[in-house]
């Protein structure tokens, strides 16, 4: 089966229902694996919370720029989750935003 990440948008430390209903989605069509950025202290809950509604695999990545809301840092780290896993492109990527 397919590795799906799932870039999973949270706030305040909850993750946000668009990105559980895309772990949910992904189940369907492959594996999921949620890619969590810039959660600080709240990582493992929001890691945790993925696990519950799918995800096999939870790739976290902190730092200070994935508090602005800049795009390139984010795609950086999901190329980098992919690229881990072996993939050589950026492949089956969902979000939803």
Do not use: C, N, W
């Not at 890691?47 to 720029?65: K, S």
């Amino acid at each position: 089966m397919a590795e799906i990440l799932v870039l999973v948008d949270h706030a305040d430390g909850a993750v946000r229902k668009p990105a559980l209903e895309l772990l949910t989605i992904a189940r369907r069509i492959g594996e999921p694996s949620a890619v969590v950025l810039g959660a600080g202290e709240a990582a493992a809950s929001i890691a945790a919370t993925a696990g519950e509604y799918g995800a096999a695999t939870v790739y976290v990545a902190d730092g200070a720029e994935f508090a602005e809301q800049l795009v390139v840092p984010k795609v950086d780290a999901l190329t980098s989750s992919r690229r881990r896993r072996g993939g050589r492109r950026p492949g089956d990527l969902l979000r939803r935003g």
